[in-house]
C-alpha cells in the first residue's frame, strides 16, 4: 500500500507531467486564460488520461506482448486515444455545450496530448503492473489538473498586474510556469 501511496505521490508532486516532465504544454498556455475552461480541460484530460491508460495496460499486455506486436504500441495508443477523445467531445458538446465552446481547437487535440501518450509509455517503460498503473495515471491526472487550475488562476490575476508591456501575454506566463516548475522541484526531497 506504501509504495501505490508513492507513485501517486510522485506523479503528482515530485514527477509532475507538466512542470517537470514539459508534458502538456500547449493546452497550458491556451486553455488557461479562464478558470473554467482550464478547469474543464483539466478534467477532460484527466478522464481520457486515466482511462486510456488502464486501456492501453491491457491492449499491450494482452494483445501486443502475446502477438509480438510491441513495436506498435504507440500508433496503436494514438488511434485508441483518437477514437476515445472523439467520445468525450461528443458528450461535451452534448451537455456542456458551454465548456466546448470555451475549449475549441484544444479538446480535439487531447487525441494526441503529449501527457495521454507520455503516462501510457512510461507505464509500460516502468514495467507497472495494472494497478501501479491505474495509481500513476489517477495521479498524472490530479497533477495536471491542479498545475493547469493553478496557472490559470495566476494568469487571471496577471491580466490586472501592472506588467512591462515587453512581458504581457505569452512571456509573462511562462516566466510563471518556468517558477512553477521550480517551486515543485522542492518536492524532489520527498
Known sequence: MGELFSIFTV?????????????????????????????????????????????SWAIYHLVLVPFDLTFM???????????????????????IPSLYRSLGVFLPLITTNCVIIGVALLNISREYTFIESTIHAIGA??????????FSV????????NVPSGFKGVP???IVVALMSMAFLGFAGI
Open 73 to 95: 504500441r504507440t500508433i496503436v495508443f494514438i488511434t485508441f486515444n483518437a477514437t476515445l477523445v472523439q467520445f468525450v467531445e461528443m458528450v461535451i458538446k452534448k451537455y
Open 172 to 174: 509573462v506566463a511562462l
Open 141 to 150: 491526472a490530479v497533477g495536471f489538473t491542479i498545475v493547469i487550475y493553478i
Open 154 to 161: 495566476m494568469r487571471v490575476r496577471l491580466e490586472h498586474s
Open 11 to 55: 506523479a503528482v508532486l515530485v514527477q509532475n507531467i507538466v512542470l517537470i516532465g514539459f508534458l502538456g504544454i500547449c493546452p497550458l498556455l491556451g486553455v488557461s486564460k479562464k478558470t473554467n475552461s482550464a478547469l474543464g480541460m483539466g478534467l477532460a484530460t484527466s478522464f481520457v488520461l486515466i482511462v486510456s491508460s488502464i486501456l
